[in-house]
């Protein structure tokens, strides 16, 4: 396959999966996509695993050595705006996080193992369902997918309009940080509204509440130690004259240790019961860890950089990146094995920024052959000849 063929089977291969955006575990018609044009390439393949994911074995030679690919498979309940020749079949539902873009990247990859042959061992291509709701890597792990396909590290990627064009962007450590989701139900006394006397106001309440909560980050954690706070949605059972008896405060917060995790949770429960107690209303506090920190071993790290460096070229390579406060299911991984995460840059220079989970939002076709090369690279690099 010459270098202009493969590029248009990239671009075949990611516009379809953008024809058909599925979100979290219902992946039925991406996944069975996938297997079909993983199994063209002569590819063991195993599907249904973790509902919908779909793993492929490839080996060459007598190696001991096993490395994984991974690309996320979910689409958002997004309605597409930017009217596209391969726009998204599914109303209501399009590819706004790229994750169409990562698994042509990693098709791609396929396609360039099973023809080079350049390796000596077995790769993984790991497809994985439901990234956004950050329950597809779990998921996968329950369904025994490092027993029954194991590696001995895992690679991925993803996306990211806002860095240049082609540029690859990693450091050891945390990159992207955790999601803990918080639900704070205040019961208070309901009155009329001309008589707050009589009641407990769970509205003024909360207001302290939300206050309170943006003094753990800046007076009980390290000012060296990076977290946010957000609390993002308050819905109350009051009316335009009558004082409520009940508020729900939602939101969510964001960190990269265990440490710090378990700070917030301790500090905003403590904040959370004692105001209410102060007032004299109830209270009731939910912490639950949605996303792991994602957390880039440093020999793997290292691999990265070094595959990065023989693609983009060193001048194109980010080796220390800055961390994002965003989250990815990936990090559930590399808790458990080594592994390394890295951005790929996608904007064009003077192209104005699209950001990610937005409804104009489309993948640039231009960095998939880079992305493909990339996840070739490190299995070159992790399972030499």
Excluded at 120 to 145: H, S, Y
Excluded at 310 to 323: I, Q, R
Aim: aromatic letters at 6%; a negative charge.
């Amino acid at each position: 396959m010459s270098n202009a063929e493969f590029k248009k089977q990239l671009q075949e291969w990611r516009q379809q999966l953008h024809r058909i955006p599925e979100t979290a575990f219902e992946e039925v018609k991406t996944s069975a996509y996938i297997a079909q044009e993983l199994k063209k390439m002569g590819l063991e393949v195993h599907e249904n695993i973790g509902r919908t994911g779909v793993v492929a074995s490839l080996t060459v030679g007598e190696g001991n050595g096993i490395i994984g690919l991974r690309a996320d498979m979910d689409a958002l309940n997004l309605m597409e705006v930017k009217k596209l020749p391969y726009c998204s079949e599914h109303q209501g539902k399009m590819h706004a996080c790229g994750h169409d873009g990562h698994m042509t990247t990693l098709l791609g990859a396929a396609k360039l193992l099973s023809t080079r042959k350049n390796f000596n061992g077995t790769v993984r291509f790991i497809f994985q369902p439901a990234e956004e709701i950050g329950k597809g890597a779990q998921a996968m792990m329950d369904d025994k997918l490092f027993e029954r396909f194991p590696v001995d590290a895992i690679y991925g990627l993803h996306n990211m309009p806002g860095l240049p064009v082609g540029t690859i962007h990693t450091k050891s450590g945390p990159i992207m940080a955790s999601e803990d989701n918080f639900v704070i139900r205040i019961k208070g006394k309901g009155s009329h509204s001309s008589s707050p006397h009589m009641g407990i106001d769970p509205l003024v309440i909360a207001a302290e509440i939300i206050l309170a909560l943006q003094t753990v980050v800046s007076r009980n954690l390290d000012p060296l130690q990076t977290a946010v706070v957000s609390c993002t949605e308050i819905h109350s059972d009051g009316i335009r004259n009558a004082i409520p008896s009940n508020v729900e405060i939602k939101g969510d917060t964001r960190s990269f240790t265990p440490e710090v995790q378990k700070l917030l949770e301790e500090r905003m429960r403590s904040i959370c019961e004692s105001i209410c107690a102060m007032h004299g209303a109830e209270c009731e506090f939910e912490y639950t860890h949605e996303f792991s920190p994602t957390i880039n071993w440093d020999e793997c790290n290292e691999t990265a950089i070094i595959a990065a460096n023989n693609v983009v070229g060193v001048e194109n390579t980010n080796s220390d990146c800055v961390p994002i406060m965003a989250s990815e299911d990936f990090g559930k991984f590399i808790e458990e094995i080594p592994g390394c995460f890295v951005f790929l840059g996608s904007k064009d220079e003077d192209e104005e920024v699209i950001p990610l989970h937005n409804s104009h939002y489309d993948y640039n076709d231009a960095i998939l052959e880079t992305g493909a090369e990339f996840f070739a690279e490190i299995i070159k690099l992790c399972l030499a000849k």
